[in-house]
């Protein structure tokens, strides 16, 4: 096998949510495909939509982790990085200088 066509292969089980390559890539418990995540928000709608009053709404256990990492970024650094943003959005320039 080539070595472009196994790159392309990785690449591709990368980008299917659905294997366990791209699950543990982005740190989620077990994969779950497109099909199967579109069936649990349904089966979540349904299940909220028809409970009655007094009881709690459905919530599945999701792949992903509940609590995002937080990184540690220094007030320098968030100042730096603020203005490389607003130098490269689009947003951010100044159209029109005269």
Known sequence: MPV??????????LLDIGS???????GWKYP??????????LLTR???ATRGKDEK?????????????????TPAERIALKK???ARSAFGQKRTET
């Open 4 to 13: 472009w066509e196994a790159v392309d292969l990785c690449e591709q089980l």
């Open 20 to 26: 366990h390559l791209s699950a543990s890539m982005a």
């Open 32 to 41: 779950m495909s497109r099909g199967d995540l579109n069936l649990m928000g």
């Open 46 to 48: 349904v299940m909220s």
């Open 57 to 73: 709404p459905f919530m599945p256990d999701w792949p992903w982790p509940d609590e995002p990492k937080a990184e540690d970024v």
């Open 84 to 86: 490389q943003l607003r």
